[in-house]
């Protein structure tokens, strides 16, 4: 992966986090698909009125396209703390979602 921020120099970079500009450079992102750079915005939207909250991400069509249905639903149920037993790691921290090999196109 690649850090959707840049700049010439680490002062660039801390400019573009905190204005909230970001790019997905077509030659580092040729393979990823626009529904997958547009669910990413949406986390990423530096106006909080837009940036999607964790129930709005967790229930985007392109998340549902492209993880396992079931992962997907024990996330679901994880991040609204039910049905998680059985599927919390020993940190305490929910299991990850996985995501299709071909999540990305």
């Known amino acids: 992966g690649a850090p959707p921020f840049y700049g010439k120099n680490d002062e660039a970079i801390k400019a573009s986090i905190i204005q909230g500009e970001?790019?997905?450079p077509h030659e580092l992102f040729r393979d990823v698909s626009d529904e997958a750079m547009a669910f990413v915005s949406t986390l990423m939207s530096y106006n909080i009125e837009y940036r999607y909250t964790a129930d709005q991400a967790i229930s985007h069509p392109w998340l549902s396209a492209n993880c396992d249905p079931e992962v997907l639903q024990r996330a679901k149920d994880g991040a609204?703390?039910?049905g998680t037993g059985g599927h919390i790691r020993e940190s305490g921290a929910p299991e990850p979602v996985?995501?299709?090999e071909t999540s990305l196109r």
Do not use: H, I, V
């Open 22 to 24: 970001y790019t997905f």
């Open 80 to 82: 609204t703390g039910a």
């Open 98 to 100: 996985q995501l299709r």
